[in-house]
Nanobody
């Protein structure tokens, strides 16, 4: 059983930055793509960013492109989400997820394991 644990969320003012981390258990971290999703209150969960198993490819939702960077350290079994120029509309619970595949997909059904989420609140 794979466990994912997010950390790094919190309260930040608009324009500020946060770095989320997601630590994964198990020995197969480097085999699978990873993704970050978010869910704002009253809204459906949406894809934010994904990274391939090797880290060589990344993909972003249009709403965060240019402000958010996903990266991974396979030696540490950890994926990161660096968020800059944060906006109030970025307020949500952020989830990391492990894909079934090595390549990137932006749909929830492509992901097999999910973390518990970490709250990000951006004040105006």
């Amino acid at each position: 059983q794979v466990q994912l644990a997010e950390s790094g969320g919190g309260l930040v003012q608009a324009g500020g930055s946060l770095r989320l981390s997601c630590a994964a258990s198990g020995r197969t971290f480097s085999v699978y793509a990873m993704g970050w999703f978010r869910q704002a209150a009253g809204k459906e969960r949406e894809f934010v960013a994904g990274i391939s198993s090797s880290g060589g490819s990344t993909y972003y939702a249009d709403s965060v492109k240019g402000r958010i960077t996903i990266s991974r350290d396979n030696a540490k079994n950890t994926v990161y989400l660096q968020m800059n120029s944060l906006k109030p509309e970025d307020t949500a619970v952020y989830y990391c997820a492990r894909s079934y595949y090595s390549g990137i997909f932006n749909t929830e059904t492509a992901y097999s394991y999910w973390g518990q989420g970490t709250q990000v609140t951006v004040s105006s």
